[in-house]
């Protein structure tokens, strides 16, 4: 809902992405800030926005594929 569209994998894929993406947010998190959030609360944000950038990612390069 909040990346528009479906992406390649359709939405098995999305979630795969989804999971991926909450690794790839708590290492950025981690990289960048020098720590990670913890409790649910601020996992959960970590993961979402690491979810969201994957997934816009993956899609502007899949795009760029198809043209």
């Known amino acids: 809902m909040v990346?528009?569209?479906e992406g390649p994998g359709g939405i098995l894929g999305d979630l795969l992405v989804g999971v991926l993406g909450a690794f790839?947010?708590?290492w950025l998190f981690k990289t960048l800030l020098g720590h990670?959030?913890?409790g649910w609360g601020g996992s959960t944000a970590v993961a979402f926005v690491g979810a969201v950038v994957l997934l816009?990612?993956?899609r502007a390069v899949s795009r760029g594929r198809r043209t």
């Open 3 to 5: 990346v528009p569209g």
């Open 24 to 26: 790839l947010g708590g």
């Open 36 to 38: 990670s959030y913890s």
């Open 56 to 58: 816009i990612i993956l």
